[in-house]
């Protein structure tokens, strides 16, 4: 990342052209540094002990008044991940979804 570039993280659903708007609303900017990071897809709660991902299902019911699904825990990973990067970054970010649209490069930088 160069000083001056906006970092922007993209949850991009794996097998989906979603997030392609929102990639040519980057395209041959260089005031963004655009990362990728796939969702974490997760089907089963089988899904979820194979990822290794430690959740405490007790705490999340008692808090969501119902048993989290494995779909809500790999959204959550996927969110999860995503900060752990912005933590990490010297700079800060953004994050959206594939989904997010920007009508308006310069007003959004």
Known sequence: MQDGELL?????TPN?????????SFSNDSRFDVVRLSTCMLNTYEDVKNQ?????YETLQF?????ISPQE???ATSHNRARHLLANSLRGGVILEDDARIRNVENYY
């Open 63 to 67: 808090i969501q008044k119902r048993p």
């Open 73 to 75: 825990i790999g959204c």
């Open 8 to 12: 922007v993280i993209i949850i991009d």
């Open 52 to 56: 290794n991902i430690d959740v405490i």
């Open 16 to 24: 989906s052209n979603r997030s392609q708007p929102l990639m040519r």
